[in-house]
């Protein structure tokens, strides 16, 4: 696969506006005071120079609230009662700017939706669908810590295209088949001059050197899962949770979902929507026996989930990239990296 | 501000080392810029961790439902206040409560601050009282706090406590100031732009639920959100489900929320849902005389019945 580099100017609108002719772009957008992930309505809308957005992009695959089926019950329709497959589009997109670290989420998110023995179908279906065109970070946020997380500010992991801003234009390195295909339709590229190419290797290093180091996931996996499941450690660290849905819900490997039916007159929709073990109603059984009915449960729920478990079951790296939104948006500021620091240090009782 | 941190220390390790109290509620040292974490301190060494600056404005009475033992909490007036209606509505008792209390000299809003910064990323803020320093990767500016307060505690008239057991310094002047100009805005809105406006406030929401959490009026052991047999409403994003919600927590606080601020402070995409508390906060004031949490001996209007409420509504 080959770079090639493009004007800014000849990027938005033009290149934009091409990928728009022939697939649906989700592209970073400014809504109010965040940026979020947006269908693009026009080529303009689109701003690369955002930092990151408040919610994670993995709406775009995992909707929120998702129309799995719907039915009828009406008493003279012979089909009553029978699941249909609501509509749901699988058309070509492109992803446009989405950060290293969300790409590489995707792909730890791959291993809970697509096994080589059941698959789901919406996730796997909107992925094949998609085509991921990253945009490198320069400017990490102060909370971004993906480089501890066996990501980086130009990981590839997950990517089809990796865009590089180089003030004047961004040079494009092409990573997939499916990345060449996507572009063929853009126009405008040219070869990328030594000078821009020479630069790129300090451009990344110069990111990565931003981005300040944390806990080490490895530490946490050679831990004794029971020895960490029993530390003192979760009693501190619970406190201050308030139990709700923030860290999960802005995350982009917190995958959780519920289904539930809802109904209307004679007709109804079978819906999955995003769940969050921080909610007590994620693990109360039909019984009314609730195996999580404790704060401290579920807040152990979620690190160990993501930082042990995780590890262990797929022999890999954490299921964490190290965004950072969980750290920026807890309202009582609980941060990851502190209970993961926590988590890495058998000795470690001490304060965050 | 922070000479309230030193106060704050000292009376938590008298209170622990005498075994008056087994744990006492403040904050600690946030991790990032403008935030504080609750803390719970157990031993007198931990005590040395507590805090107090412009960033504490997470309500701490929402920790005490249901908490046994003895118990000391640092509270600033509206958390006092919100400490007062868990008595009147018998969350938690007063002999097991010790009350430090803060003269409150109002939070600092940083998003405001953010907004003023270009998007340019805070590494490091330092609360000087009247001043904030904030400072980046090329850059230091110093902001007037009182231009960049939350906006509850902006309009806040009880900054001292309602209830203490020791006031950890002077009490401070109150303000005179009328709390509901934007609300009477709404008021004069016709139905329609009222929906617009409404629709749009909540637009963004994402139904986690932090507002309802971070809020101690919100303690009831099944949420009517999470009610599930039956269940009352819907748990998609759908507009109606999402008003529902909203506009159900509101009325459910109404007459009891103390405007601290906390649901506001606690949503991760910043939807000003005090819109609606206050608009009910105005309703109560001006049918019953009555300020949430800040008369303890006195049933609140709306959880009992009196021969001469007002019945406006029967023309």
């Known amino acids: ?352 | 501000m922070q000479v309230y941190s030193e106060k704050i220390r000292e009376a938590a390790k008298r209170l622990l080392s005498e075994k008056r109290v087994d744990a006492v509620i403040g904050f600690r040292r946030g991790t990032v810029p403008f935030m504080n974490e609750p803390f719970l301190a157990k031993t007198p060494e931990q005590a040395d961790q507590f805090v107090w600056d412009g960033n504490c404005g997470i309500n701490l009475a929402n920790y005490l439902p249901k908490m046994t033992g003895n118990i000391a909490i640092a509270a600033k007036g509206c958390d006092s206040r919100s400490i007062v209606i868990h008595l009147l509505e018998n969350q938690i008792k007063r002999e097991q409560l010790y009350v430090l209390g803060i003269p409150c000299q109002a939070m600092t809003d940083k998003a405001k601050i953010q907004e003023k910064l270009n998007g340019r990323q805070i590494l490091q803020a330092e609360d000087m009282g009247g001043t904030v320093r904030v400072s980046g990767r090329d850059f230091e500016q110093t902001f007037e706090r009182a231009d960049f307060l939350q906006q509850n505690c902006a309009i806040c008239t009880h900054r001292n406590p309602v209830i203490y057991d020791e006031l950890l310094g002077e009490p401070v002047k109150e303000q005179e100031i009328d709390r509901y100009e934007d609300i009477r805005k709404i008021e004069s809105m016709l139905s329609e732009e009222k929906r617009l406006y409404f629709d749009d406030l909540i637009k963004p929401c994402i139904r986690c639920y932090a507002c309802r959490n971070a809020c101690p009026a919100c303690y009831c052991p099944t949420c009517f959100v999470d009610e599930s047999k039956p269940q009352w409403m819907g748990k998609t994003t759908d507009p109606t489900d999402t008003r529902t919600f909203h506009f159900l927590r509101a009325f459910h606080v109404a007459g009891r929320c103390t405007d601290c601020g906390s649901c506001e402070r606690s949503c991760p995409v910043g939807i000003k849902m005090r819109m609606f508390t206050k608009k009910l906060e105005k309703e109560v004031k001006e049918l019953y005389g009555y300020e949430a949490g800040v008369i303890q001996d006195q049933r609140p209007p709306l959880d009992t019945y009196r021969p001469d409420d007002p019945e406006p509504f029967l023309g």
Not at chain 1, 21 to 33: I, L, M
């Open chain 1, 1 to 352: 696969m080959s770079d090639i580099y493009i004007e800014k100017g000849n990027f938005i609108p033009g290149v934009i506006e091409r990928l728009m002719g022939r697939y649906r772009v989700h592209g970073p957008v400014k809504n109010g005071r965040f940026h979020e992930f947006s269908l693009l309505k026009n080529a303009a809308e689109a701003d690369l120079g955002f930092q990151n957005t408040r919610l994670s992009p993995k709406e775009i695959f995992h909707p929120q609230a998702e129309r799995m089926f719907e039915f009828s019950l009406a008493k003279d329709d012979p089909q009553a009662g029978i699941l249909k497959e609501a509509d749901k589009d699988f058309s070509p997109r492109v992803v446009l700017g989405i950060r290293p670290c969300d790409a590489k989420a995707f792909q730890l998110d791959d291993a809970n939706f697509i096994t080589e023995t059941i698959k789901d179908p919406w996730w796997a279906r909107r992925r094949e669908a998609a085509t991921m065109i990253g945009l490198a970070c320069d400017s990490p946020c102060p909370t971004c810590f993906c480089t501890s997380m066996g990501s980086g500010p130009y990981d590839t992991a997950g990517l089809d295209v990796l865009l590089v801003d180089t003030g004047d234009g961004y040079v494009a390195e092409v990573l997939s088949e499916r990345g060449e295909n996507t572009l063929l339709v853009t126009s405008g590229w040219s070869s990328v001059s030594s000078s821009v190419r020479a630069s790129l290797a300090d451009k990344k290093k110069a990111a990565e050197r931003s981005i300040a180091g944390t806990f080490d996931p490895a530490a946490i996996a050679k831990r004794e899962m029971l020895e960490l499941y029993n530390s003192p450690i979760w009693e501190e660290v619970q406190f201050a949770c308030i139990n709700c849905g923030t860290c999960t819900f802005v995350c982009p490997t917190c995958w959780c979902f519920d289904i539930q039916e809802e109904v209307y007159e004679d007709k109804g929709e079978r819906l999955r929507m995003w769940d969050s073990c921080m909610f007590p109603l994620f693990t109360l059984h039909g019984s009314g026996h609730n195996p999580r009915n404790q704060k401290t449960q579920r807040v152990r729920q979620r690190f160990m989930h993501k930082l042990k478990y995780y590890q262990d079951k797929y022999n890999s790296g954490p299921a964490c990239v190290g965004c950072g939104r969980c750290v920026q948006a807890c309202p009582v500021n609980i941060d990851i990296r502190q209970v993961g620091r926590q988590m890495a240090s058998p000795d470690c009782a001490c304060p965050a």
